[in-house]
């Protein structure tokens, strides 16, 4: 089965950072873990109206920081002010601390996850079908510039009976990389036939990762002996290196190589031309071939030599 990770608590001391900075030790943890957990949902509740997506949490020895991540500044801030002071006191009477209070604004709020889940639930509390909800949410984040959104709706959907999910998505969401920067956000939409959560996931892009130290450049190797180490060929030397390369003897003179012999090559052989026919002859001389005589008569000529025919020796074995 599949086991469901949180994206924000999956990343956290890696990419992402903890919206809850403070320490404390074991017998003070729970009480301010407590404190912590009341004051969100307080703020959650006054500042419904206001678009708030994000609470950080900072303390001291002696004061507690609290930045609001909202889309509407101006109902945080009221009107000269007056809504961060009473807000304040409220704050400072809870905890019995000094509390400062940092708004700052969100410039798309169609990015934040949590915004986009109170808007599709918004949509449900005043009977608008989930499906247009979800497909208008959609189109508005990727309009804003996000490279996927992913929206999930559960619980008892157009009023049946029977409760389902149902999700939409679009672009695309990688879950798995750790990298990856993916906002999540959950609400629930108080209906008159029951609760319907909403779950929203933001692909906005990766993380910026710090690009690694270029490595320093090696010097090049010489060429050639008579150049110094450490400069480039072709460069105009400095002084430095005209004192070195005044200090190092220059090389004593090498001989010439002597010429290596022409390499024996074996003659290809050369084919002996073909014995010519009567047909090539009569080809070359354009003339035609003539016919075959029937009978075999050897060619008389008409010059005889008078010299008489010498006898034809005999090879004879001699006896042993």
């Not at 206001?50 to 900072?58: N, V």
């Not at 169609?110 to 109170?118: G, P």
């Not at 079908?129 to 959609?138: M, V």
């Not at 003339?287 to 005999?314: F, I, Q, W, Y």
Request: net charge positive; hydrophobic share 40%.
């Amino acid at each position: 089965m599949g086991h469901k990770v949180h994206p924000n608590g999956f990343r956290l001391g890696v990419y992402r950072n903890w919206e809850a900075k403070w320490f404390a030790p074991d017998k003070e943890y729970k009480p301010l873990l407590l404190e912590d957990v009341r004051l969100r949902r307080m703020l959650m509740i006054r500042l419904k109206n206001a678009g708030l997506a994000r609470i950080e949490t900072e303390r001291s020895s002696s004061a507690l920081t609290i930045t609001l991540h909202t889309a509407k500044p101006g109902i945080v801030i009221g009107k000269g002010g007056t809504s961060v002071d009473q807000l304040r006191d409220e704050l400072e009477k809870i905890t019995g601390k000094r509390v400062r209070v940092t708004i700052q604004e969100i410039k798309k709020p169609e990015l934040a996850a949590q915004l986009v889940a109170e808007n599709v639930a918004a949509q449900l509390e005043k009977r608008i079908a989930f499906r247009r909800a979800i497909k208008q949410s959609l189109m508005k984040t990727m309009r804003a510039g996000a490279q996927g959104v992913k929206i999930r709706v559960k619980g008892r959907l157009g009023g049946s009976e029977m409760a389902r999910v149902e999700w939409n998505r679009e672009g695309r969401v990688p879950l798995h990389t750790l990298k990856a920067d993916i906002d999540f956000g959950q609400t629930e939409a108080k209906t008159t036939f029951g609760r319907i959560g909403v779950s929203a996931w933001v692909y906005t892009g990766n993380f910026p990762t710090e690009a690694p130290p270029k490595p320093a450049a090696a010097a090049e190797e010489p060429a050639d002996a008579g150049v110094p180490v450490g400069v480039a060929i072709g460069a105009a030397p400095s002084p430095l290196a005209e004192l070195v390369q005044a200090a190092v003897p220059a090389p004593a003179p090498q001989p010439a190589p002597a010429a290596a012999p022409a390499p024996v090559t074996a003659e290809a052989p050369v084919a002996k031309p073909k014995r010519a026919t009567r047909a090539t002859k009569a080809a070359d001389t354009g003339e035609k071939p003539a016919a075959k005589r029937a009978t075999r008569a050897r060619a008389t000529t008409t010059e005889k030599s008078d010299a008489p025919k010498a006898p034809r020796a005999r090879a004879t074995k001699k006896k042993e």
